[in-house]
């Protein structure tokens, strides 16, 4: 089935750190790759997607591309600030939306 | 509605009863799913709906847990005599049809605590 491996937290940066999480995936077809952002006590947020390869996408200074020669879809953002600290989490979803599967999720802490 | 409403928004409950959750999704969203989040944890797919079919069930971690979904709009998540690891926060999401291409989209969740 399909599966997303992200690298273990927590990280913690300083502000203005340049940020990268890895997160790798195992489907079949042609799926959909997502980052979902959690915020101390709030619900989950879509925060980027890409549905097909080479496509990046990119929201609030966050950027990721879908590289399927590598199975990846690699969070990055060049200047992180004390308000991105929150647990994000990598997901894909199957071709015709099933096996819609998140990894384990990565806190990131970003100190002042 | 404009979002996914989840109901109630905290549950508390002792442990041997039943309790039933409530998610009702954007309106024309044919795909709803179900997920778990325990503290401190990460999202434990649960069920995923179809209109009011369920072709992936494989999530549910017992036979105490059920799951239907009416009209192609409501689902109702069901766990018969709770136990204390059944305490989390119990998360909807939905999205029209046709897989990633627009997103999904969760509501607020449930939190259900067993005591």
């Known amino acids: 089935g399909n599966s997303v491996t992200q690298m273990e937290g927590p990280v913690t940066l300083s502000e203005e750190a340049f940020l990268t999480i890895n997160c790798t995936y195992t489907?079949?077809?042609?799926?959909?790759l997502f980052w979902y952002v959690q915020y101390p006590g709030e619900g989950l947020q879509l925060l980027l997607k890409a549905t097909k390869a080479d496509d990046k996408g990119s929201n609030k200074g966050f950027e990721a591309t879908y590289r399927k020669e590598t199975t990846s879809f690699h969070l990055e953002k060049g200047s992180v600030q004390v308000s991105d600290s929150a647990v994000y989490f990598c997901a894909l979803s199957g071709q015709y939306g099933q096996n819609f599967v998140f990894g384990p999720g990565t806190r990131l802490s970003v100190l002042p | 509605g404009a979002g996914v409403s989840q109901s109630p928004s905290n549950k508390v409950t002792e442990k041997g009863k039943d309790v039933e959750l409530r998610c009702d999704p954007i309106s024309g969203h044919t795909a709803l799913y179900w997920y778990r989040q325990s503290l401190g944890q990460g999202l434990e797919f649960l069920i995923y709906f179809q209109g009011n079919s369920a072709p992936d069930k494989s999530g549910l971690p017992s036979d105490r847990f059920s799951a239907e979904r009416t009209g192609g709009s409501v689902s109702t998540l069901t766990i018969q005599r709770t136990q204390q690891e059944d305490s989390a926060v119990y998360l909807c999401?939905?999205?029209?049809?046709?897989?990633?291409?627009?997103?999904?989209?969760f509501g607020s969740g449930t939190r259900l605590t067993v005591v």
């Open positions: 999401a939905s999205t029209l049809s046709g897989g990633g291409y627009y997103g999904y989209t």
């Open positions: 489907a079949t077809g042609y799926p959909s």
